[in-house]
């Protein structure tokens, strides 16, 4: 089975094992059935997730250009709490920004090699975590802005990490922690204007389950770039990775805006 097409971020769906999809513009691949099974990817251009111009991609799937001005990778995208909408202030587009940042956000703990605090729109929940790599996630708080989010997240800074250790998370090596009992620990330490948001559920506690026939003892990661054509044996999928037999991973995120083939076996 062949595919081509510009590459974007795979699709899931939140099951007893999650699944995976890779859409391009007249066909889709459902990951999951791949596994086990050889696949060739072959980088063949650029075209910008924005503008759709032949251009380099130069961050997050957009070009140089779209990536300086679109208001969808504005500064508050990661980091939340330089969010202005809240006070009628515009970064790049205030409409844009009303829309995404006046809108129900949750901050939460989730554990995908150590315990790590993250925020995220109320609708992206389980996608976030899925694209993450998280195998277990409970929520925080849910406030009604993105600002609040982003507060929130750097006071627990101060005791949680907020980046995700992509290789232990690929390798699983996930420390034994328990969130709910981290959870009924973080309520004094939120901001106080974040208390009244606090969500005292302790029994919505994620459990999330990748489609992974055995984890690498060591990882490097692809990059089309420097290898334009690469063949292996997919043992997994998780967060937004593609697992290799051979111990390559391909972080589909990171070539967004790039067109491939990609050729099953
Ligand atoms: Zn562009």
């Given at each position: 089975m062949q595919y081509e097409g510009v590459l974007s971020k795979m699709e899931t769906e939140f099951a007893a094992q999650i699944q995976y999809y890779l859409t391009f513009e007249n066909?889709?691949?459902?990951?999951?059935?791949?596994?086990?099974?050889?696949?060739e990817i072959s980088f063949l251009g650029y075209q910008c997730l924005n503008c759709s111009k032949k251009?380099?991609?130069?961050?997050?799937?957009?070009?140089?250009?779209?990536?300086?001005?679109?208001?969808?990778?504005?500064?508050?995208?990661?980091?939340?709490?330089?969010?202005?909408?809240?006070?009628?202030?515009?970064?790049?587009?205030?409409?844009?920004?009303?829309?995404?940042?006046?809108?129900?956000?949750?901050?939460?703990?989730?554990?995908?090699?150590?315990?790590?605090?993250?925020?995220?729109?109320?609708?992206?929940?389980?996608?976030?975590?899925?694209?993450?790599?998280?195998?277990?996630?409970?929520?925080i708080v849910e406030v009604p802005n993105r600002y609040l989010a982003g507060i929130t997240e750097v006071a627990l800074k101060n005791h949680f990490v907020d980046k995700t250790n992509w290789r232990k998370m690929l390798q699983n090596e996930v420390l034994t922690l328990d969130l709910i009992a981290e959870k009924t620990n973080i309520f004094d330490k939120l901001p106080e204007e974040v208390k009244p948001y606090f969500n005292p559920d302790l029994d919505e506690h994620f459990v999330l389950k990748y489609p992974v026939l055995r984890y690498p003892k060591k990882v490097t990661g692809l990059n089309l770039d420097k290898t334009p054509n690469f063949t292996g044996r997919l043992i997994g999928i998780k967060g937004q990775y593609l697992i290799f037999e051979d111990g390559t991973v391909f972080n589909v995120r990171s070539f967004e805006g790039y067109v491939i083939g990609m050729n099953i076996l």
């Amino acid at each position: 089975m062949q595919y081509e097409g510009v590459l974007s971020k795979m699709e899931t769906e939140f099951a007893a094992q999650i699944q995976y999809y890779l859409t391009f513009e007249n066909s889709f691949l459902n990951v999951n059935q791949a596994l086990d099974k050889n696949i060739e990817i072959s980088f063949l251009g650029y075209q910008c997730l924005n503008c759709s111009k032949k251009k380099k991609i130069f961050r997050q799937g957009f070009c140089y250009d779209c990536f300086y001005s679109s208001p969808a990778v504005g500064d508050w995208i990661m980091r939340p709490e330089l969010s202005t909408a809240h006070l009628g202030i515009a970064d790049r587009d205030l409409d844009y920004e009303t829309r995404v940042q006046l809108q129900p956000h949750v901050v939460y703990l989730a554990l995908s090699s150590e315990i790590k605090v993250g925020v995220t729109r109320k609708t992206q929940i389980p996608t976030r975590w899925i694209d993450q790599g998280a195998c277990e996630a409970v929520s925080i708080v849910e406030v009604p802005n993105r600002y609040l989010a982003g507060i929130t997240e750097v006071a627990l800074k101060n005791h949680f990490v907020d980046k995700t250790n992509w290789r232990k998370m690929l390798q699983n090596e996930v420390l034994t922690l328990d969130l709910i009992a981290e959870k009924t620990n973080i309520f004094d330490k939120l901001p106080e204007e974040v208390k009244p948001y606090f969500n005292p559920d302790l029994d919505e506690h994620f459990v999330l389950k990748y489609p992974v026939l055995r984890y690498p003892k060591k990882v490097t990661g692809l990059n089309l770039d420097k290898t334009p054509n690469f063949t292996g044996r997919l043992i997994g999928i998780k967060g937004q990775y593609l697992i290799f037999e051979d111990g390559t991973v391909f972080n589909v995120r990171s070539f967004e805006g790039y067109v491939i083939g990609m050729n099953i076996l």
